[in-house]
């Protein structure tokens, strides 16, 4: 006997069709197609050892998402229930199939904040105090703390804001040259 029988997993024609569909869509992420094989492979009623051999993947990992369906079966079965279309029955399915949040710590400045920021920089800076024409990354940083835009802020990270937001330069002419008529 290889591998623990784990809880079978039950799908009806409906849902195995739909997860079917799912693994031959073109544009599905594949982490959510190896997932959508790992539920259809353990439907077949086999262990998580012959299906992670089977797909190359992890026992811990087959292990996950068997019982991550499970636990989520109910609320899926719920959908079916009510007529859910298969758009919205597929959507469902790859919330259940997606990944969980991430453990760590949260943003430290929300996007309306590096907006504002970055707004702040597209205007001109004030001449009185000294005549210049564009903000260094101190002053922005200053001058957002000033206008409670944030609490606090450094120099550096408004650079890293302001870094990130640069479009790239088209590496060939946008616009058609104009033929004359």
Same mark, same amino acid.
């Given at each position: 006997m290889r591998g623990v029988k784990r809880t079978p997993i039950e799908l009806t024609t409906r849902q195995r069709t739909l997860l079917e569909r799912?693994?031959?869509?073109?544009?599905?992420p594949q982490h959510l197609v190896q997932r959508a094989h790992i539920i259809l492979a353990a439907a077949d009623g086999r262990s998580d050892t012959d299906?992670?051999? *089977?797909? *190359? /993947? #992890?026992?811990?990992?087959v292990r996950l998402w068997r019982t991550r369906w499970l636990t989520a079966y109910s609320q899926l079965a719920a959908a079916e229930a009510t007529g859910e279309t298969d758009l919205?029955?597929?959507?469902?399915?790859?919330?259940? =199939?997606?990944d969980a949040p991430?453990?760590? *710590?949260? #943003?430290?400045? +929300?996007?309306?904040?590096?907006?504002?920021?970055?707004?702040?920089?597209?205007?001109?800076?004030?001449?009185?105090?000294r005549?210049?024409? /564009?903000? +260094?990354?101190?002053? =922005?940083a200053d001058e957002a703390i000033r206008r409670t835009i944030v609490s606090t802020?450094?120099?550096?990270?408004?650079?890293?804001?302001?870094? +990130?937001?640069?479009?790239?330069?088209?590496?060939?002419? =946008?616009l058609a040259e104009h033929q004359g008529a």
């Open positions: 799912l693994t031959r869509r073109q544009t599905c299906v992670a051999c *089977a797909l *190359a /993947h #992890d026992r811990g990992t919205a029955l597929i959507e469902c399915m790859s919330a259940i =199939l997606a991430r453990s760590g *710590a949260p #943003d430290t400045f +929300s996007a309306e904040q590096i907006v504002e920021i970055v707004a702040l920089a597209c205007t001109p800076p004030p001449t009185s105090e005549p210049t024409t /564009h903000w +260094s990354a101190r002053e =922005l802020i450094s120099p550096r990270t408004v650079g890293r804001f302001l870094k +990130s937001g640069r479009v790239a330069a088209a590496s060939q002419p =946008l």
